[in-house]
């Protein structure tokens, strides 16, 4: 049977399969490291993490490197970090969206953010090199 969106699924045919954080993560990590540019990581990570908190927008930039990229739009509502690897500055990202962040949502922000630094660092490097 056909609707104006598609195909009907019969939900009683999906395996469905309990919610495995550790799996979700390997996962995105395993997708992240193996981008090399830039704007794809930015784009692959801002629509993964999706899954897990809604966002408008995210933005990131290093003005010393001048580098800029955005996704989404701006909102009202934001959060913001600067990014580093030991002593190497990184850029600065920042999430966007109507409502505010819950302190969980943050928590979980900050926890998949630390997944992009490795491989936001090896694209930056690849980044300065085609430049």
């Given amino acids: 049977m056909q609707t104006e969106q598609g195909s009907i699924i019969n939900l009683e045919e999906i ?25 794809q990581l930015l784009d692959t990570f801002f629509f993964e993490i999706q899954l897990w908190i809604s966002s408008d927008g995210m933005h990131f930039s290093n003005v010393a490197r001048n580098v ?7 909102s009202r ?10 002593a190497n500055y990184l850029g600065e990202i920042c999430f966007f969206r109507k409502t505010r962040y819950s302190l969980d949502e943050l928590e979980l922000i900050e926890e998949l953010v630390t997944m992009l630094i490795e491989p936001l660092q090896l694209s930056m490097a690849h980044h300065t090199k085609m430049v």
């Avoid at 395996?15 to 704007?39: A, K, M, N, P, W």
């Avoid at 509502?77 to 030991?86: I, T």
């Fill in 15 to 39: 395996d469905y399969q309990q919610f495995d954080g550790d799996t979700v993560y390997r996962d995105l990590d395993i997708l992240l490291e193996t981008t090399h540019s830039l704007e």
């Fill in 68 to 74: 800029k990229h955005e996704v989404g739009f701006d």
């Fill in 77 to 86: 509502n934001k959060c913001h970090y600067r990014l580093y690897r030991g």
